[in-house]
């Protein structure tokens, strides 16, 4: 570009040819013309002179649609909604607008056109409307006007829609539409866009056209194809948008749908159709809203009729795979309150279909009902297995599990999945054995439900015996391998742990009842054993850490607590085999609690069995006690988490009516050396301050009008309870450690405890009256709950009241100056130790410097000569002055010492050997002091002696 030029930008509304001032006023009454021509069409339509004039107006309209037929403006919907409206209340007597309808609606088909990118925004109602009333046309009666509604939905939500283009090109066929050169509006086209692609289902959604189409249902009773291709239509809506959904719900629509899946239908699409706009439904829009309109009776009969007929004429697998749907809508209706399920005696039928082929009935029913064991059927009889435990909460619904015997169906499908000579050398057809795997699991997860509910006939069917025989099969050594197919076998594939895992939940579920005669045929065909063997087995296992293998773990543990809990003979059966195994889990500890797999529900079950089956019997407790069962509870308490300590502590309280469990805790110790009285206060202190209790920086009592009192008793202390209500003050007796901690320092005592700070005697001497506290703190909210309620004690009990409120405030006073008295103690024997510590540090530091002044002398004397004479001279001249000095002349003599000595003398002989030596010993004493070096020394007769060797 030469840089010499300039280039102007020219305004792109600007055309590059410049107009006439008498073409521009003419454009501009083109583009107003399609407005003042729709309004001129509705006063045709409309006006009393004119409404009866047919040939004009269908020739206006015709004109007004050939003029749109690259589809509607947006400004002008409002328009032409009003003109499609006037025509459909003329169809009724003139047939002949049925094709204005029909040309308006194949060009509704086509994107709205707009103007300004604003127009989308500014005219969003008027579209809104305009579908509203198009779905409004429905009334018309004709089939083909119907249908181009249909087709119009329908591109819509085509994925691949035909694109047509302003220049009339068509996205199927892409051939270029052509207009006359002297048409006005292949002028105007040029400044028209079409509307974004999701611009018309943003606002169909809405629409009320959903809601419209859906209560046109009525009206199609004489057009069954009109009728699919509306079913179609509301399966499409209903697929895409929760909007659609709850608008179609909002007119019933989950209703009507169900009233008519059962329609004259020869080509069957009507019932798919239908279950799928429910299924749709039920996934979109609110689940209660549809189960409620579903639960009414006329649409449980229609369910019903369409289960039936495709249960006895359905043989296609698109057949039976509606039929279970049809049975998974059922179930769902089965979960709310108000279904009609039993009063239609649907359910009594389904209930019947639950127990074939298992039991043998001559219900017409099943008579005739044939399965072909694949794995739709196998489907069907696991959505009848679930069934009936959703429909388990009415009890209308166990009455009919009573008469139909669906215990002892269940106890069949149940048993160990081996195959009988009969059937293998019939031939005939049965479950293989995957299927039978899936339906045995199934079937124990439906006892667990049903079992406790229905338990005298679970007893008249030996449902224990049954289970304690699967139970015996689940841990012998037949080689089984499971297929874990299903989602009750998780876990269990190429095993038999996951019928290990149901069967332990069908016990638990069954004993937690309670039930005296349940337990003690449990206990009498010997399941406390049994349970301690599997249990064991199972912990010997590669599988440390399986979710399964846990929850097997836990489980039994709970079933072994439950029986042993209160009876003696039972926890003595427990016995030494089972002190083992709670002492064997109680040493992993609790390092894994929030690992998520469930270890945690293993440690809360470990310790209730040591509550349950181990304290109150003597003989368990003292064996407890041997094997360390108080150290490892301890070592759980100081490592545990907080949520643990509550059943931890209740334990050990147990524990220590048992005598010999005192010296147990007393000597206990963790990896740091930590007692338990010590342990037991730091966790005294820890819940205080979770609750809020005030205290100063040293522990001590800060209010003594509150001495323990936590902030939760502080907020309810202006509220009045009822008498059957417990107040603040002991409501959180049960819900902290405090009244835990305190009994076990009652049992273990407060004086002598070992291994104590300063600040635990602080603790102890609170801990100590804290029952008295608590008494004060009852007493004075009965005087305040008087006050609130404006009763007034009589003056005795007035007087008594305040006396013992005074009581409780002055013993929190004596305990403020006790624990001041500790405190300064405890603060002299600190400043004693530290002047101890000091003198230790200053002697060691003197020693040092002893040791360097030495060293440093050494150092000298070695390696200068002259310094090593000085010191010698200086140590002889110390030495001679230590000396004493003589009183005369003859004391410089030294004494002699008189003391007795041994001489020997030895002499040789002629003889050989030892015998020719002669050894002579005497005894002689040295000089006295009195005698002088001179003189004779005279030996003593009485001390000397003489031996010979050869005497």
């Known amino acids: ?210 809601q419209t189409l859906l209560l046109s249902m009525a009206t199609l009773e004489n057009q069954p194809t009109i009728k699919l291709q509306l079913l179609h239509i509301l399966q499409i809506l209903s697929s895409c948008s929760d909007m659609n959904c709850s608008s179609i719900l909002h007119a019933r629509g989950a209703e009507t749908v169900c009233l008519h899946m059962n329609d004259h239908d020869p080509t069957g699409q009507v019932l798919f159709r239908s279950s799928e706009i429910l299924w749709n439904l039920l996934e979109r829009g609110n689940k209660e809203v549809v189960t409620a ?153 439906t006892l667990a439900t049903i079992g406790p509910l229905m338990l005298e006939e679970y007893i008249s069917c030996e449902g224990s015996t049954c289970l304690l025989l699967l139970l015996d099969w689940c841990v012998g050594p037949d080689s089984y391998f499971g297929q874990g197919h299903s989602f009750h076998a998780t876990g269990g594939r190429g095993g038999k742990k996951a019928q290990t895992r149901h069967c332990i939940r069908v016990l638990r579920s069954v004993t937690s009842l309670g039930e005296e005669s349940v337990n003690q045929d449990l206990c009498d065909q010997g399941i406390i054993n049994q349970l301690l063997g599997i249990l064991m087995q199972i912990d010997a296992g590669p599988d440390e850490d399986d979710v399964v293998a846990l929850e097997i773990k836990s489980d039994i543990q709970v079933i072994l607590s439950t029986l042993c809990e209160t009876d003696m003979h039972r926890k003595e059966l427990f016995g030494s085999e089972g002190v083992e195994m709670a002492v064997h889990f109680l040493k992993k500890g609790s390092d894994k609690f929030y690992s998520g797999l469930g270890h945690n529900k293993l440690v809360l079950s470990t310790v209730d069995c040591v509550w349950s089956c181990v304290v109150g019997c003597y003989t368990t407790e003292d064996y407890f006690l041997v094997k360390d069962g108080v150290f490892l509870l301890l070592n759980l308490l100081s490592t545990s988490p907080r949520c643990v300590h509550g059943v931890i502590l209740a334990t050990l309280l147990e524990l220590c009516d048992n005598p010999n469990t005192v010296p147990y805790i007393l000597t206990w110790r963790d990896g740091n050396g930590q007692t338990a009285p010590r342990l037991l206060l730091q966790l005294w202190r820890e819940e205080e301050e979770e609750l809020g209790v005030p205290r100063n920086q040293h522990g001590s009592i800060a209010d003594p009008q509150r001495p323990i009192h936590s902030l939760f008793q502080l907020d309810e202390a202006q509220l009045s309870f009822p008498a059957n209500v417990p107040s603040a003050a002991v409501l959180e007796m049960s819900e902290n450690l405090r009244s835990k901690i305190y009994s076990v320092f009652c049992k273990i005592g407060f004086q002598d405890l070992p291994g104590l700070l300063g600040k635990d005697y602080v603790t102890l001497t609170i801990i100590r009256r804290y029952l008295d506290f608590k008494v004060g703190e009852v007493w004075d909210e009965i005087s305040r709950e008087l ?165």
Request: aromatic share 6%; charged share 25%.
């Open 1 to 210: 570009m030469d840089s010499g030029k300039v280039v102007h930008r020219r305004k792109p509304g600007i055309p590059v040819i410049g107009l006439k001032a008498s073409q521009k006023s003419h454009r501009h009454q083109e583009v107003n013309a399609k407005s003042l021509d729709l309004s001129k069409v509705i006063r045709l339509l409309e006006d009393p002179l004119t409404t009866n004039l047919k040939e004009r107006h269908l020739f206006v309209l015709k004109k007004l649609l050939k003029k749109s037929q690259i589809g509607f403006l947006l400004k002008e919907l409002t328009a032409i909604a009003k003109i499609l409206n006037i025509c459909a209340e003329k169809v009724t007597d003139h047939p002949e607008y049925v094709s204005i309808l029909c040309e308006a609606l194949t060009i509704c088909r086509l994107p709205f056109l707009k103007e300004k990118t604003s127009d989308e925004l500014h005219y969003a109602q008027d579209v809104t409307e305009f579908l509203s009333h198009m779905g409004c046309l429905m009334r018309v009666s004709d089939a083909e006007v119907r249908q181009l509604i249909f087709e119009c939905v329908k591109s819509f939500y085509s994925s691949v829609a035909p694109k047509q283009m302003l220049d009339g090109t068509d996205g199927t066929t892409r051939k270029p539409r052509t207009f006359p050169s002297n048409n006005r509006f292949s002028r105007l086209s040029l400044s028209l866009q079409p509307t974004s692609p999701g611009y018309r289902l943003q606002l169909l959604e809405r629409s009320e056209l959903a």
């Open 293 to 445: 309109q579903l639960g009414t009776l006329e649409c449980v009969l229609s369910l019903k009729e369409a289960f039936f007929h495709l249960l006895n004429t359905g043989s296609g697998h698109s057949d039976l795979q509606l039929r279970n749907d049809l049975l998974v809508i059922t179930t769902l209706i089965a979960e709310s309150p108000g279904s009609q399920l039993i009063e239609s005696s649907f359910a009594k039928q389904l209930v019947v279909f639950s127990t074939f082929p298992e039991l043998k009935s001559h219900n017409p029913l099943i008579r005739n009902l044939k399965l072909s064991y694949s794995n739709e059927d196998l489907k069907m009889k696991k959505l009848l297995l679930n069934l009936l435990v959703v429909m388990s909460r009415d009890l209308a619904a166990l009455q009919l599990y009573k008469e139909e015997r669906v215990v002892l169906a269940l106890l069949a499908v149940m048993k160990p999945p081996v195959a009988s000579s009969s059937e293998c050398q019939s031939g005939s057809r049965h479950w293989s054995a995957a299927q039978k795997e899936e339906l045995q699991l199934q079937a124990l997860a």
């Open 787 to 951: 006050s609130l309620e404006g009763v007034r004690p009589i003056s005795p009990d007035q007087e008594a009241l305040s006396t013992i409120c005074k009581i409780a405030e002055d013993t929190a006073k004596r305990i403020v100056e006790e624990q001041n008295s500790i405190l300064e103690h405890h603060q002299k024997e600190d400043i004693r130790e530290e002047k101890l510590t000091y003198t230790e540090m200053k002697s060691r530091w003197k020693q040092k410097e002893f040791m360097a002044k030495s060293w440093e002398d050494y150092v000298s004397r070695t390696s200068n000569y002259e310094a090593l004479k000085e010191v010698k001279a200086q140590r002889e001249k110390n030495a001679e002055s230590s000396r004493p000095k003589p009183k005369h002349e003859d004391a410089a003599i030294r004494p002699a010492e008189h003391f007795i000595g041994h001489v020997v003398g030895v002499e040789s002989t002629d003889a050989q050997g030892p015998a020719g030596v002669k050894v002579t010993l005497v005894r002689t004493p040295v000089r006295a002091p009195s005698q002088d070096k001179g003189e004779p020394t005279i030996p003593n007769p009485d001390f000397f002696s003489t031996a010979s060797s050869a005497d």
